[in-house]
């Protein structure tokens, strides 16, 4: 246990509906990262917060794809209007310095 | 080209042999290297990371960096069946995020 939590741990939803996900930090860590994985390929980048500051969005990030970090603690990330090329795992890495540390993961499958 | 470049695999070592990965990245930006280790439908876990031209060893596992080739490496040392996941490089430019290579996946066999 990394001490980062993700919640919730899997989510099955019908097209079309919006989910959203938690990622809690390791207290002390200032930066927030929020990855997508697909089967078979490495974590893909969608944003990065420092504090409550989003810095960086990918172009993979569509408008249908938000984050927060509102007190530069927790974030969440809302997906609106699923899609089912939506189903993935969503990672969080959170880090203080150089070492990134991902929570568990949340997996999401849309029927 | 991708960013980062790694064999998909699967590297197929004997128990106790050296296994050895691979890296190449395109960004002269780069600033740190990191080696994530995942087993299946798990989430990366953090084995080590480098950031000066040379060797790096921690326990079984060495990272080696090569800047000038824009080479990083990964030597898992008396490999064990427990070393069996998907291995992944990732680096760090000055933007902070980690870009990720799509993994290399080892099979320790007994």
């Known amino acids: 246990d990394t001490g980062v939590s993700q919640d919730p741990r899997h989510k099955i939803t019908k097209r079309g509906q919006n989910v959203t996900f938690r990622c809690d930090p390791i207290?002390?860590?200032?930066?927030l990262y929020w990855y997508r994985q697909t089967l078979g390929q490495g974590p893909e980048f969608l944003t990065y917060?420092?504090?409550?500051?989003?810095?960086?969005k990918s172009r993979l990030l569509s408008d249908r794809f938000s984050a927060e970090r509102p007190k530069g603690s927790f974030s969440t990330l809302e997906i609106q209007r699923t899609e089912q090329g939506d189903s993935a795992m969503y990672l969080c890495a959170t880090s203080l310095n150089t070492e990134a540390f991902f929570g568990q993961g949340t997996r999401l499958t849309v029927v | 080209q991708k960013e980062v470049e790694q064999n998909s695999g699967p590297l197929s070592v004997p128990e106790g042999a050296i296994a050895s990965l691979n890296c190449t990245y395109s960004d002269r930006g780069s600033q740190s290297f990191f080696w994530y280790r995942q087993y299946s439908g798990k989430s990366p876990e953090l084995i080590m990371f480098?950031?000066?031209?040379g060797d790096k060893e921690d326990g079984r596992f060495t990272a080696q960096l090569n800047k000038a080739s824009q080479y990083v490496s990964l030597l898992i040392r008396d490999s064990q069946p427990s070393d069996s996941a998907t291995y992944l490089c990732a680096f760090q430019a000055a933007g902070n995020k980690l870009t990720f290579g799509g993994g290399t996946r080892v099979l320790v066999k007994p």
């Open positions: 917060f420092q504090n409550e500051a989003q810095l960086e």
């Open positions: 207290s002390e860590h200032n930066r």
């Open positions: 480098i950031y000066s031209n």
